[in-house]
């Protein structure tokens, strides 16, 4: 077993150890679709309902679930409850791919000096076709 | 999603099973594609920073296969391979990939080439069988491997605490 895999085989453990964690809660494509909404700005319950056309004791479910690992924050507002993105408890997962996208960028950075070479010599030798 | 026009790369996971990766390039697209597609090119730029490749084999038709092989800075070596499964020249390549230590899994990858005023976007789709398979994938790109596993779940059990 390769170093990189214990690396794999670890984190994937890290991450079923806990059914509450932001990786989970955005697992379901429902929840994603709410967060997308309220990107755009703060919603009430009702709102959303309408929005996603779900039924509102399906929303309210996902919207406990989300705000559990604080992945939303929620204030009353007269009789209605006003639902908002928190940013914040998005770092981990923003992370986990930044960090992917990071080894990309190494590579096309690579790739970058390979590209400014192959047009110096396509340009001395007048076009390569 | 915009792109932003300062050559970094954007990786998005639009669902559980994909991976997208966009980056635009200071080159035509004629030159990006030889880059992604020649073998000594390949060597010069796949392992980034994180080892050497010893293997490059690209054998460039429809149903040709290809395979890297990278013996990273830590001393392991990681072997890829996969088949040509479409083929338009500078433009679009579909390809299978397996991770050779995960050899029951593979993904599909799309990739496509769209080039403005000398400059080249590439789109990179890549599609698990499984969003565990999925994030492993992303989960190989860590760097010190373990060790960030270890922060991570250092981090959980603090925040289960």
């Known amino acids: 077993m390769t170093y990189l895999y214990i690396g794999i085989y670890v984190a994937d453990m890290a991450r079923a150890a806990t059914t509450a964690d932001a990786f989970n809660a955005v697992a379901e494509p429902r929840r994603r679709q709410i967060l997308d909404v309220l ?11 309408g929005r ?77 076709e | 999603m915009a792109v932003t026009s300062s050559g970094t790369a954007i ?75 479409e083929i338009v020249p500078n433009e679009r390549l579909v390809t299978t990939e397996v991770y050779e230590a995960v050899p029951d899994d593979f993904a599909v990858n799309t990739l496509t080439f769209a080039e403005e005023d000398g400059r080249t976007t590439i789109t990179l789709l890549v599609e698990h069988s499984s969003k565990q398979a999925r994030d492993m994938h992303v989960d190989s790109g860590m760097e010190g491997g373990l060790q960030e596993a270890l922060d991570k779940l250092e981090q959980l059990a603090v925040s289960l605490g």
């Open chain 2, 11 to 85: 990786v998005t996971l639009p669902t559980d099973t994909q991976i997208l990766i966009t980056r635009e390039f200071n080159a035509p697209k004629h030159l990006v594609y030889k880059a992604w597609t020649t073998p000594e090119l390949i060597k010069r730029w796949w392992t980034g920073d994180r080892g050497e490749a010893t293997v490059v084999e690209v054998d460039l038709r429809v149903g040709g296969t290809w395979r890297y092989v990278m013996v990273a800075n830590e001393g392991f070596e990681v072997a890829f391979h996969g088949e040509y499964r």
């Open chain 1, 39 to 49: 990107a755009g700005g703060e919603h009430s319950v009702n709102d959303l309902v």
């Open chain 1, 52 to 128: 996603l056309d779900l039924a509102q004791p399906l929303v309210s479910k996902h919207l406990r679930v989300l705000r559990e690992v604080g992945l939303v924050d929620v204030r009353d507002e007269g009789r209605q409850r006003i639902y908002r993105l928190n940013g914040r408890s998005l770092k981990p997962i923003h992370d986990w791919v930044k960090t992917f996208e990071r080894s990309w960028e190494r590579r096309f950075a690579e790739m970058d000096v390979v590209l400014e070479e192959l047009k110096e010599k396509e340009e001395g030798d007048g076009g390569d």
